[in-house]
T-cell receptor
Framework: GENVEQHPSTLSVQEGDSAVIKCTYS??????FPWYKQELGKGPQLIID?????GEKKDQRIAVTLNKTAKHFSLHITETQPEDSAVYFC????????????FGTGTQLKVEL | DSGVTQTPKHLITATGQRVTLRCSPR?????VYWYQQSLDQGLQFLIQ???????AKGNILERFSAQQFPDLHSELNLSSLELGDSALYFC???????????????FGPGTRLTVL
């Protein structure tokens, strides 16, 4: 089945700096890659996603890139703000092996003032 | 607010007991997913229902079962509870459950289960 690895597990940046979180996946059949943000005591919230027919997608300060050949995708947050502090999860959806989302282990992002 | 509701928010019970967690999907969504989130296992997919029928199964224990009702709400039943079942249980919903474009999963706020 699909295996998703996520790095780093913790990331501390200064306010205004950029943050990058990277994920790799194993199943070449995966074709949908969402990113979720989870704040303390809340459920994961979708922040951006990308399909396998697109190499990059941007939404204001957030962007995601996908390299299908290398099987990795990344989340880029620019001009970080304290409210960006949360746990971020990447995920990969593969239609084979049961039609399910496999999540990475999460990255705790801390934006310091 | 994702539009997915879950009850109860917190649940404390003893080992060996049985509990039921409830989820109402977003209006119009036909598919419901259950996930378990524990500190050492991350977010693990348990099971998916689509329009009342089981569609996909993940790492769900035999002591756990789920169903989706005609009004599309879903229940996750956990029985013979063990200490290790303590976790956050999330429900998510999506329009079709097939991973096609626009078939995004939206998560509820979760139920925190504590087994003593």
């Amino acid at each position: 089945g699909e295996n998703v690895e996520q790095h780093p597990s913790t990331l501390s940046v200064q306010e205004g700096d950029s943050a990058v979180i990277k994920c790799t996946y194993s199943d070449s059949a995966s074709n949908y890659f969402p990113w979720y943000k989870q704040e303390l005591g809340k459920g994961p919230q979708l922040i951006i996603d990308i399909r396998s027919n697109v190499g990059e997608k941007k939404d204001q300060r957030i962007a995601v890139t996908l390299n299908k050949t290398a099987k990795h995708f990344s989340l880029h947050i620019t001009e970080t703000q304290p409210e960006d502090s949360a746990v971020y999860f990447c995920a990969a959806w593969a239609t084979g092996g049961g039609n399910k989302l496999t999540f990475g282990t999460g990255t705790q992002l801390k934006v310091e003032l | 607010d994702s539009g997915v509701t879950q009850t109860p928010k917190h649940l404390i019970t003893a080992t060996g007991q049985r509990v039921t967690l409830r989820c109402s999907p977003r209006s119009g969504d036909l598919s419901v997913y259950w996930y378990q989130q524990s500190l050492d296992q991350g977010l693990q997919f348990l099971i998916q229902y689509y329009n009342g029928e089981e569609r996909a199964k993940g790492n769900i224990l035999e002591r756990f079962s789920a169903q989706q009702f005609p009004d599309l709400h879903s229940e996750l039943n956990l029985s013979s509870l063990e200490l290790g079942d303590s976790a956050l249980y999330f429900c998510a919903s999506s329009p079709r459950g097939d991973g096609s474009p626009t078939d995004t999963q939206y998560f509820g706020p979760g139920t925190r289960l504590t087994v003593l």
